[in-house]
């Protein structure tokens, strides 16, 4: 081989070399940030937090998601996040492939998705994307902060409901 090929050749290597660390480096499992416990189910978290007097701070991930593993190396993992979950909210951590029925429950339909519920488990706030800590704990002061979603009954939906309009014939 010629010394501008074997040249050429061995950069392309190392280029690939490079390629394929910082891939499998970004690609790589996050560990579960420490506010989740991954044997807490919604349906705990939701209870605890009926105790507490507390919301439940839930997110969504997938293991082949990279956001997802950013997000959990970042805000999820951050010590203020930490801080602000321990004094307002019950945590869940709910994975795709593991939690999928919960999921669907949920509405959730991509990852990540952060969401903050009442201990009846109606969606205060729900977000999809990585947010970083402060975000993250705004996010969570708002909902806090917003109108518990009221609860309709038939009779009500009924009234709030504009009459039909006359027809010619049935005029």
Request: hydrophobic letters at 50%; a negative charge; aromatic letters at 6%.
């Amino acid at each position: 081989m010629k010394p501008k090929t074997l040249k050429i050749v061995l950069s392309l290597a190392v280029v690939a070399a490079l390629a394929v660390g910082g891939l499998m480096w970004v690609f790589r499992l996050a560990p579960t940030p420490p506010i989740f416990d991954e044997n807490v189910t919604l349906v705990q978290a939701r209870q605890q937090a009926a105790a507490d007097g507390d919301v439940v701070l839930a997110v969504v991930t997938a293991d082949f998601c990279p956001i997802c593993q950013s997000y959990k190396r970042g805000a999820l993992a951050d010590e203020q996040v930490a801080q602000w979950a321990a004094d307002h909210a019950q945590t869940v951590y709910l994975e795709w492939e593991r939690d999928a029925a919960t999921i669907a429950e949920l509405g959730v339909e991509k990852w990540p998705a952060t969401l903050v519920l009442d201990s009846d488990g109606q969606v205060l706030a729900m977000e999809y994307g990585k947010m970083s800590a402060d975000e993250l704990i705004a996010f969570g002061q708002a909902a806090l902060a917003a109108p518990a979603p009221s609860v309709e009954t038939e009779s009500q939906t009924e009234m709030n409901e504009e009459p039909a309009a006359e027809t010619a014939a049935g005029a």
